[in-house]
């Protein structure tokens, strides 16, 4: 139970204590400030408390959105703050400095106006909410009280509430043919005590009886399929919209959401590649390359995102495409047609569903393939142009971010530090150095008759001192951000070959199951970094080897043991690496000490 206290001048008739009640508050009053302070002291430091004002008029929503959101330390509307256990000491020293006697009225005449200025001035992360068309004043007269009062009754809260528990920005399939239902959907859930927790638990669940309906390889399947994946991206929608309608967010909520898209659409994948080998076809190939290609792209929105969005000393970008995409964005069509062209989750999973219903896996999987290729060209190249015109300076905390989302191991270390102090920060040299480790190996593994000799070692050895030389320096130059994606994709397309290469039944599947569990690694670094607790520990990414070590590992076992050998060790080693991620993870996400990240969605 949190406590609201109600500090000034009472109001006869007014519905506030009820309201508050209803929000889950224990109401206390308190004619003064040094009353208030008498309060605030008594109630236990580990709960969250209110301050609001007797004469506040507003709507229900606007309450809710200042005084139950877990995301802020502290929120504030006018007539109504609150304070976080970690802002509980703030609020007491700004009530603690309300002087009293002569003269001090005109601070204690809204007090919760005084303390949310004092709040504001410590830094305390205080949140202002914006309210838009909801109302929250204080009426100080009862004319003001009856205009209020009327503005309130003009709104409707519960339109307003349903209306902006969707995402302000989606694609198109989602806008429009997802939202507009799965709102209500989420407000359904609300009203029968549902958490966002347990629809995303549902849509999980969902997505893989889809993937085990797909795996039958009968057409009956294949269109079961196709309608249960939607409708667990119907539940994938409402679990965020009921987030944001009942304000139920959560640090498990933060790592169920930030996780089980991805597992979702992967196990997809893998259900569709079973399907198609009952019916003799192996698109096992198909299925790892379309998981290569769109965690790629994942990486590539991530690291330029954190390239950039907290760069200093900008100017205007004054590229042609900059110049070109602002033209676009003045033209309401474009918008969409921009934002569908990057195939994001709602149009992919619908393309993916129709076409598992109606064709074949192979041909889902060419369509996926060739869309997604598109997609990351076309959103790869403006990035590039936009970085190479963008004159900015890129923070300590970006390069770190880039280091981090690297995923360098004890090798690529040992060669960084050996190489420290060469080449100058903010050259071309990083992402060259990271695109040849990547090109070197890749051209290798491709070209070869035979790959899986002690050479490819070699070559592979080769490839890490050029991923240690790309990581010698701070990454703030204009193209770093390329330098992570770069190395995903000499990781995990040189697993993907010599497992082909290796011909023989296990070996794909199993090169699947090891990049899915790295991939969950590179997932889990990327929210924990937006999080702000920095990446996952150095320990745990020196037992995953890092990059550069478990391509050497995956060449060493493909030169050293025959292919059935070779697929029974990179069974082993995607099922200790998944125990060993998938444990340290769960233990950071559920830990008292994560924060309630919730991710809004990139359009990919």
């Known amino acids: 139970m949190s406590t609201a206290i109600l500090t000034g001048p009472p109001v006869a008739g007014s519905p506030l204590e009820a309201d508050l009640r209803t929000l889950g508050f224990d109401v206390r009053t ?5 009353s208030a302070a008498e309060l605030l002291a008594a109630v236990p430091v580990q709960e969250r408390v209110a301050i609001v004002d007797p004469r506040f008029v507003g709507h229900l929503h606007a309450l809710r959105l200042a005084l139950t959101d877990p995301r802020f330390p502290a929120a504030a509307v006018p007539g109504a703050l609150t304070a ?9 020293r700004a009530v603690g400095r309300i002087p009293v006697g002569a003269g001090t009225a005109h601070l204690t005449d809204v007090l919760t106006d005084t303390l949310t200025e ?7 992360g205080l ?5 838009g068309s909801l109302i929250a004043t204080v009426a100080l007269t009862p004319a003001q009280r009856e205009d209020a009062r009327e503005a309130v009754a003009a709104v409707d809260d519960e339109a307003v509430r349903l209306r902006t528990a969707v995402k302000s920005r989606d694609g198109f399939f989602t806008t429009y043919c997802i939202s507009p239902y799965s709102r209500y959907l989420a407000r359904w859930c609300a009203r029968r005590g549902l958490t966002p927790n347990q629809v995303t638990t549902a849509s999980l669940l969902t997505a893989l009886i889809a993937a085990g309906c797909a795996a039958t390889g009968t057409r009956g399947g294949f269109v079961a399929a196709g309608f249960l994946l939607l409708f667990s991206f119907v539940l994938d929608c409402t679990d965020g919209q009921l987030a944001r309608y009942s304000l139920q967010y959560s640090t498990m909520g933060a790592w169920l959401d930030a996780t089980f898209d991805r597992a979702k659409e992967y196990a997809y994948y893998a259900g569709l590649a079973l399907g198609a080998a009952r019916g003799g076809d192996d698109v096992w190939a198909l299925a790892l390359g379309a998981m290569v290609l769109m965690t790629c792209r994942h990486v590539v929105d991530f690291s330029f995102n954190e390239a950039n969005h907290d760069a200093s000393g900008a100017t205007a970008n004054t590229s042609p495409t900059a110049a070109l995409s602002g033209k676009l964005d003045s033209v309401g069509w474009t918008v969409w047609a921009r934002r569908m062209i990057v195939l994001p989750i709602g149009e992919r999973w619908a393309m993916i569903a129709v076409l598992t219903a109606l064709t074949t896996p192979r041909i889902v999987f060419y369509a996926l393939l060739i869309g997604c290729a598109l997609a990351a060209c076309y959103t790869t190249a403006g990035r590039v142009l936009r970085s190479l015109t963008r004159r900015a300076r890129r923070t300590d905390r970006a390069a770190q971010a880039l280091a981090d989302l690297a995923d360098s191991g004890p090798l690529a270390e040992l060669i960084a530090g050996r190489a420290h102090g060469r080449g100058r920060t903010g050259s071309f040299l990083a992402p060259v150095m990271a695109f040849l480790s990547a090109a070197v190996l890749l051209v290798w593994v491709i070209f070869q008759d035979d790959p899986a000799s002690w050479l490819t070692v ?8 050029l991923a240690g030389a790309a990581v010698s320096r701070p990454l703030k130059g204009a193209l770093d951000w390329l330098v992570p994606p770069f190395f995903r994709a000499g990781e995990y397309v040189a697993i993907l070959v010599l497992a082909a290469r290796a011909d023989v039944p296990g070996a794909l599947p199993a090169a699947y199951g090891l990049v899915a569990a790295v991939a969950y690694h590179h997932y889990d670094t990327v929210y924990r970094i937006r999080g702000g607790t920095g990446a996952p520990p150095r320990w745990l990414v020196r037992a995953t080897g890092g990059h550069e070590g478990r391509v050497l590992v995956v060449t060493v076992l493909a030169a050293a043991l ?12 995607a099922v200790a690496l998944a125990l060993l991620v998938l444990i340290e993870s769960i233990r950071f996400w559920v830990s008292s000490q994560a924060p309630a990240v919730h991710d809004e969605g990139e359009p990919a």
């Not at 976080?84 to 007491?92: D, I, K, V, W």
């Not at 949140?127 to 309210?131: A, I, K, M, S």
């Not at 025959?562 to 080693?573: D, H, M, N, Q, R």
């Open 127 to 131: 949140h202002r909410v914006e309210l």
């Open 118 to 124: 004092s709040l504001d001035r410590e830094e305390t």
């Open 84 to 92: 976080q256990p970690e802002a509980r000491a703030a609020l007491t």
């Open 562 to 573: 025959s292919p059935e050998g070779f697929t029974i060790a990179l069974t082993a080693l």
């Open 458 to 465: 070699g070559v592979a050895a080769c490839s890490a001192l």
């Open 30 to 34: 308190a004619d003064d400030a040094a």
